[in-house]
DNA sequence: CTGTGTGCAAACATTTTGCAAGCAG
DNA sequence: CTGCTTGCAAAATGTTTGCACACAG
């Protein structure tokens, strides 16, 4: 498969169809719009944040932050999309399985940059190997001030 | 100071003396409790945990895990202890103010392990360099099977 | 004594689950 | 039609707060 973050939003579309008609799901408008919204708005999002965009976007689908959460587990299961667990409280979730990528985030505005660095992905390797790791995954996060908020004070 | 993981009791113990008297802070049986629990289980807890092993060692105590959380936070300002966040909910807490070293998660078992690798952080350097960014802290998180785990299967 | 600390219960915040009704296939 | 999906409300987690009493300094 692509990677997610190449696809077209119909390429998308149709890898989550069939994702769904696999095992045995129906395709709804609900998870259509959570989808597409995903899709146009890549950054990370919050379920709840997400809810309140789902919501403006389709205010006649009524979508509940059930649905959102439920689609959320869903892509996330199928390798649509990640989630990223933060400092104190939640999870925020990103379109796309990008096994090689991490995050830098400013402990000020919160903004979240995404970077690769494929030496960092060789050091993991060995470090694995140093413990006897079979490694499935990983999480990087560098905190910290960026440009904007550095002037700031 | 020197890393909280060189010191000895007696040594963490008026460190954190001293850190409640400049902040006004009494000197409590609970809060002793806890950090004695903290020091001599070198482990990585979550406030739950703590909160069952300082009520089976203190019985007589009564702690809260109102306390416990409270604690918690308490030495975490004040670099005594570190949080991490992980995969869906709560935080683990450990002792001591190691900026530079990271964990292994077994997938598996829940084992973690901690290592250090200078290079990372020469490479972690480099990054917030690249993207303007001010670094103050970091997160790296390996997940994967420990030996064990791999062999189990 | 004074004011911080404590445990309890209740409040909160986030995520999951039970259920009856709705709709995709 | 069948049974997966939905939204709602309620439950389940994990964490914080309000309060009256306890106790350190």
Known sequence: MKDIESLTYDELLET???ILKTNGLKFTAQREAILKTLYENPDHFTPENLYLLVKEKYPNLNTGITTVYR???LLEENKLATSLSFGSQGKKFELGNK???DH???ESCGKIIEFEDEQIEILQDKI????DFKLTDHLMQLYGLCKNCQNKN
């Open 128 to 131: 694995a190997k140093r413990h």
């Open 104 to 106: 830098l985030i400013c």
């Open 71 to 73: 689609t959320l587990n």
């Open 99 to 101: 096994p090689h990528h």
């Open 16 to 18: 989550f169809k069939t």
